[in-house]
């Protein structure tokens, strides 16, 4: 079974950058698409960021577009989510999920269900 590993979180002061990456266990062009969620406390999961595998093609949610940047590489079968230009509401956990059989389409208001894969989460703290 797929397994996705996301590192790279921590806390960083507003105005900052971190990368997060989310290495697959398998090979990642096995997957359709993969996405960048994020839930804060009380929040809804949002899809932040996304990508499809084949193409390359990106998406982007209004709340990042031109800070965050997502990219992946077929040969270290990782995708990348570089967050420039952090704010304090950008603060939460950071999910990395996959969609390996292609039910998902990027874009506004993507539903966490038509992925079937998740990695474990990862903290990220932006401080004012």
């Known amino acids: 079974q797929e397994k996705l590993v996301e590192s790279g979180g921590g806390a960083v002061q507003a105005g900052g950058s971190l990368r997060l990456s989310c290495t697959a266990s398998?090979?990642?062009?096995?997957?359709?698409?993969m996405v960048w969620f994020r839930q804060a406390p009380g929040m809804e999961r949002e899809g932040v960021a996304g990508?499809?595998?084949?193409?390359?093609?990106?998406y982007y949610a209004d709340s990042v577009k031109g800070r965050f940047t997502i990219s992946r590489d077929l040969e270290k079968n990782t995708v990348y989510l570089q967050m420039n230009n952090l704010k304090p509401e950008d603060t939460a956990i950071y999910y990395c999920?996959?969609?390996?059989?292609?039910?998902?389409?990027?874009?506004?208001?993507?539903?966490?269900?038509?992925?079937?894969?998740w990695g474990q989460g990862i903290q990220v703290t932006v401080s004012s």
């Open positions: 999920a996959a969609d390996r059989i292609g039910r998902a389409v990027l874009r506004k208001g993507m539903s966490a269900t038509d992925f079937d894969t």
């Open positions: 398998t090979y990642l062009n096995s997957s359709y698409c």
């Open positions: 990508i499809y595998i084949a193409g390359g093609t990106s």
